[in-house]
């Protein structure tokens, strides 16, 4: 008797536990053969590896990326089971966070649609000049979502490959 109690014991809480996790959609991101930006980027440096854009994920923005990082939290709530919160920074604040998306629009280029956007295992970080170029980093990197992302598959993670990418548009250079 006690034996088949501690059995249902067991199975009632394997039960319980299998039923608070959250459940991780297979990890699909795009390979260095599928990546294919257009704008072509001055410079891609395609690393292994990569980025799962999850629950925990948070959205930081410098002072003036508000817009972009609206855009983006839309962006991904429509695609996603989850909807990042959006918090505002000031200097070394994100080292806090350890899954996140940064919008920086106060680094210092040689162009207002310049931006630099690079993708390691725990950050994405978008920076340029001015909201100009934090849009084009931003629409870079929708194009490295696999694609299904905006077809209204909602899941409950997103992986982007690890990356580094700069973009000097060639009528920037021009100014």
Not at 68 to 75: E, I, K, M, P, R
């Amino acid at each position: 008797m006690k034996w088949s109690g501690s059995l249902i014991l067991a199975f009632c809480l394997l039960v319980c536990f299998g039923c608070c996790q959250v459940e991780k959609d297979p990890i699909i991101y795009r390979q260095a053969f599928e990546i294919n930006l257009t704008p072509k980027p001055s410079y891609l440096k395609i690393d292994s590896g990569y980025f799962e854009l999850n629950r925990k994920t948070v959205i930081l923005t410098w002072n003036d990326s508000t817009t972009g990082a609206n855009y983006l939290q839309h962006l991904i709530a429509e695609n996603s089971t989850f909807s990042p919160e959006i918090i505002k920074i000031k200097g070394e604040e994100f080292r806090q966070y350890p899954n996140y998306i940064m919008l920086n629009n106060e680094t210092k280029t040689i162009g207002h649609e310049v931006y630099s956007l690079v993708i390691d295992t725990n950050r994405v970080a978008i920076s340029a000049m001015g909201n100009q170029g934090v849009l084009n980093g931003m629409q870079a990197l929708k194009q490295l979502f696999v694609f299904d992302f905006d077809k209204g598959h909602k899941r409950n993670n997103w992986y982007l490959p690890t990356i580094e990418i700069e973009n000097i548009p060639v009528l920037d250079s021009f100014k």
